[in-house]
């Protein structure tokens, strides 16, 4: 199974953001200047909320124009499962999902049952953080919006995902970034936010 190990920080407004992504706690433990990626994600689930009910997440995401399909499941602590292919289409990927190990109850589900049911619209501003000798993490500012039919809310918020090494490492880290900054965590996915966005259009 895929693994992820994520943490978001709330952040807030784009100033912020631009300050902590200049700051020397980020710029000294970088080797390689900000990738700035376009990204457009969409986010499915069945009329009866099938995925829902089961806390998964599927979404496709283009990211500067390359589409990816992913699935995301819950795991114990900051982990989370996590599958992902390239393909542009549910009916190509879902296939592809169930090989590397997907819940094969997803992938059994014909593809035309899921349907759009909010999204994010962003651009996500990364780069690999050496943390130590032994850990690393991908830093990523993100600045968009989430969607749900015409309702919208904005999007600015800083994710630290776990390359390599221990996750107590990451949360270390992100224990420094918040102490630093005045951040606060950001309890939940993006997916979570924009579904709410659905209910209180209801």
Not at 122 to 137: G, K, M, N, P
Request: glycine share 8%; proline share 4%; charged share 30%.
């Amino acid at each position: 199974m895929g693994k992820e190990v994520e943490i978001k920080l709330e952040v807030g407004d784009l100033q912020l953001l631009d300050c902590i992504l200049s700051d020397p706690e980020i710029t000294g433990r970088m080797s390689a200047p900000f990738d700035h990626i376009r990204m457009e994600t969409t986010y499915f689930d069945t009329e009866d909320g099938f995925l829902a009910a089961r806390r998964w997440m599927l979404r496709l995401r283009t990211e500067n124009g390359r589409a990816v399909v992913t699935c995301k499941t819950p795991g114990e602590g900051r982990t989370r499962g996590e599958w992902e292919c390239e393909s542009e289409y549910l009916e190509d990927a879902l296939p592809q999902l169930a090989a590397l190990g997907a819940p094969a109850e997803l992938c059994g589900i014909d593809a035309a049952r899921y349907m759009p049911l909010c999204g994010a619209r962003f651009t996500r501003i990364t780069q690999e953080l050496r943390l130590s000798a032994e850990h690393a993490c991908m830093i990523c500012g993100d600045i968009g919006e989430l969607f749900a039919g015409e309702k919208k809310a904005p999007l600015c918020e800083l994710e630290l995902e776990l390359k390599h090494g221990a996750a107590e490492a990451l949360e270390e880290y992100a224990d420094l970034l918040k102490t630093r900054f005045g951040l606060c965590e950001q309890p939940r996915s993006k997916l979570e936010r924009a579904r709410a966005l659905v209910q209180a259009s209801v």
